[in-house]
């Protein structure tokens, strides 16, 4: 059997670095692992974080193996392919999700962040969220009118933040595309507060 036959036959199985013509690597990754089971398999569990009784889904040993990021990134933009103009990243694990999903997208991106970091006039938003209160600020002139954002970040909780976020892209002109998130606090019921966007998570919790 050729090579080409042999690689044919077993791409189903492909999971690692490729080498293709003049020696170029490539990352190959196929969907043989539910999203489910590839963050059960990567995720670090740290008890009492960041209060005691909680147990807190630490997310970047996922970040930080390539096979499960390229994995997190595809999966979060395919339900939102082309339906959107730019990715929003919320600070600030949002940003490494907004930044390689941007990237693989061909699109913008555009930073959602907490008060004061902003160099420009910026929109605020105030808001609270399951540990107490906080506000989110992005600039004036950062999108057109009409743009259509894709907003990612790494966990829905009460839907604060989100929902913050979705206003200060609707003040600036804005329309919220989607939203995209890895984990979904189901008991705090945050996609409530979200009635209207589409809202996508990869894993309930």
């Not at 003049?22 to 995720?43: A, F, H, M, Y």
């Not at 989110?136 to 829905?156: N, Q, S």
């Not at 933040?161 to 189901?186: D, H, M, N, Q």
């Amino acid at each position: 059997m050729s090579q080409r036959g042999a690689r044919a036959q077993g791409q189903e199985k492909c999971s690692g670095w490729e080498y293709h013509a003049q020696g170029t690597k490539i990352l190959c990754v196929t969907n043989n692992e539910s999203i489910t089971d590839l963050l059960d398999r990567l995720c670090a569990v740290v008890p009492d974080y960041p209060q005691p009784g909680i147990s807190f889904k630490d997310l970047t040993p996922v970040f930080a193996d390539p096979i499960g990021l390229r994995r997190l990134v595809d999966e979060l933009i395919a339900p939102f392919a082309g339906s959107y103009d730019i990715v929003a990243g919320l600070e600030a694990r949002g940003f490494v999700l907004a930044a390689a999903a941007a990237y693989a997208s061909g699109k913008g991106m555009l930073t959602i962040r907490k008060a004061g970091k902003l160099p420009r006039e910026v929109f605020r938003d105030d808001y609270t969220l399951e540990y107490g209160s906080a506000s989110l600020e992005i600039h004036k002139d950062e999108i057109a009118p009409g743009t259509r954002v894709l907003v990612l970040d790494d966990v829905l909780a009460t839907g604060g933040t989100v929902g913050s976020s979705a206003r200060l892209i609707e003040r600036a002109g804005g329309v919220v595309a989607g939203v995209g998130v890895i984990l979904e606090l189901e008991e705090l019921a945050g996609r409530k507060k979200l009635s209207g966007y589409d809202v996508r998570s990869l894993q309930l919790v």
